[in-house]
C-alpha cells in the first residue's frame, strides 16, 4: 500500500508539543518577559551543562553566531579561513562579510572535512579553521587540533548540526575557541522560527560575544566601547527550547535507532555508500541528517517519491566551491562525486517503525529492478 512521508513535516514541529508550547508561550507573553529574560539565561545555563561548555549564549540563529564570533576574534581583511566544501553558504558567508577569505577543502567518505586536505590548503594567511561537525557528527578533532597546533591555528565549529554529538566523549562545539549551534526548526533541537547559540570556553570572549549581541552594550554599566548588532535569542523562543531540551536525550536515542535499522537492511545493498552505524568508535552521532550515496541518485529519487516517500538532496546539490559566481575556483573531486550521488533519506522524531521498514523496502525494490 503506497504511504504518504514526507522528508519533514514543519507543522509537526509545533503540533507535537502544541499544549506544552502554548502553555509556555502563555506563561512568557502574559508577564511581558519578551527579551532577555530569566527563560533566556536558564536555557543558557541548561544547554552549557548538557554540552559540557563553559559559556552558552543565545543568539538569533546560527549565522549570526558565526558572524560575531569572527569579530570576536577580530577576523581581518585578507585572513583566509579553511572550511570544508560540504557545508552550508552560512559558513562561508561568515567569513566573507567579516573580511575574511573562506576557502573550501574536499571532504572524506563520511562527507566531513578532510584532514589532508585541510593540511594542503594552508597558506601563510591562513589564521583559522571552521570545520562543520556535518549531519550530527563530530569530526576527527584529534586530527583537525593537531594540524591547528603544528601551523598556529584557531578553531572555529559550525556545529550548527552537532548538539549532542561527541568526539572521544567531547561534545561538538566544545573543541575550539568558538561554536555556533542551530535552532532552525528542522534542526534536532528546533524553536519555533529561528534561533541559535554560541559556545565559547573562555570568560573574556563570553562577555565580549555578550556585548556584541547587544549593540555593544555592557550589560552592566551600558558602556559602549565597540560597534556591536542586534542579535538576541527571544525570550519566548528559549523557553520553548528549555522545554524542549529536557527531552532531547530520548530525541537523540531515537534518531540513532532508526539509523541502525536502516544500516541493518540498506548496508546488504552494493549500490550504496551509508553513514557510519550507531555504534562507531570514537564518535556518537546524532544523526541531524541521514545522508546515503546511491548509483542513480536522481532515478532513485524520483522512483521514492512516486511511492510517496520526500527525500532531499543537502545544500540543493550544491557544495561551496560550485558557487562559481562567488569566485571559488577550486578542483574538488571527492566532493563532486559525492554530490554526484548524495541523497538524504527521511530521518526525524515523527516516523514510525512502520514508515522506515517502507522506505527500506521501497529502496530494495527499486535497486532489484
Ligand atoms: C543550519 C545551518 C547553518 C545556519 O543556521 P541558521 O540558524 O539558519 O543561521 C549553518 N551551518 C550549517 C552546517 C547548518 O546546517
Not at 518577559?33 to 543565545?58: R, V, W
Not at 569579530?71 to 570544508?84: A, C, N, P, R, T
Not at 556584541?212 to 528559549?238: F, P
Request: proline content about 4%.
Amino acid at each position: 500500500m503506497k504511504k504518504s512521508i514526507p522528508f519533514y513535516e514543519y507543522s509537526r514541529a509545533y503540533t507535537d508539543d502544541k499544549k506544552e508550547v502554548l502553555e509556555i508561550i502563555d506563561n512568557v507573553a502574559s508577564r511581558g518577559a519578551f527579551i532577555m529574560q530569566k527563560e533566556l539565561t536558564d536555557f543558557e545555563y541548561n544547554i552549557s551543562k548538557f554540552i559540557g561548555a563553559e559559556h552558552c549564549l543565545g543568539v538569533a540563529n546560527a549565522t549570526d553566531s558565526l558572524e560575531i564570533a569572527w569579530s570576536m576574534i577580530g577576523l581581518k581583511k585578507g585572513d583566509e579561513v579553511i572550511i570544508s566544501t560540504h557545508t552550508m553558504l552560512a559558513t562561508a558567508s561568515a567569513i566573507k562579510v567579516s573580511g575574511g577569505e573562506p576557502i573550501p577543502v574536499d571532504i572524506g567518505q563520511d562527507g566531513l572535512i578532510d584532514p589532508i586536505s585541510i593540511e594542503n590548503a594552508i597558506t601563510n594567511r591562513t589564521v583559522a579553521i571552521c570545520p562543520t561537525q556535518l549531519n550530527g557528527r563530530t569530526c576527527n578533532m584529534d586530527r583537525i587540533q593537531e594540524i591547528a597546533n603544528k601551523h598556529g591555528l584557531l578553531i572555529i565549529e559550525d556545529a550548527a548540526q552537532g548538539l549532542g554529538s561527541t568526539f572521544r566523549g567531547k561534545s561538538a562545539g566544545t573543541f575550539g575557541l568558538a561554536a555556533c549551534i542551530s535552532f532552525y526548526p528542522a534542526k534536532i533541537l528546533g524553536s519555533l522560527g529561528d534561533g541559535g547559540l554560541l559556545i565559547t570556553n573562555r570568560v573574556d570572549d563570553f562577555n565580549t560575544a555578550k556585548r556584541l549581541r547587544d549593540h555593544g552594550r555592557d550589560e552592566k554599566t551600558g558602556n559602549v566601547t565597540e560597534w556591536g548588532r542586534n542579535s538576541r535569542l527571544d525570550n519566548i523562543q528559549a523557553a520553548i527550547l528549555d522545554f524542549r531540551l529536557s527531552k532531547y536525550g530520548e530525541v537523540i536515542r531515537r534518531r540513532r535507532e532508526i539509523a541502525s535499522i536502516y544500516n541493518q537492511y540498506l548496508s546488504k545493498i552494493n549500490e550504496l555508500t551509508l553513514p557510519p552505524p550507531p555504534d562507531n568508535g570514537d564518535h556518537f552521532d546524532v544523526y541531524q541528517n541521514y545522508e546515503i550515496q546511491a548509483e542513480n541518485r536522481d532515478d532513485l529519487k524520483q522512483f521514492l517519491n512516486e511511492h510517496g516517500i520526500g527525500t532531499l538532496i543537502q545544500w540543493g546539490g550544491k557544495p561551496i566551491h560550485h558557487f562559481r559566481q562567488l569566485g571559488f575556483q577550486q578542483n574538488l573531486p571527492n566532493a563532486d562525486r559525492f554530490f554526484e550521488r548524495c541523497i538524504m533519506l527521511p530521518m526525524n522524531n515523527f516516523i514510525s517503525d512502520d514508515d522506515i521498514y517502507y522506505i527500506i523496502e521501497t529502496i530494495v525494490k527499486f535497486y532489484s529492478k
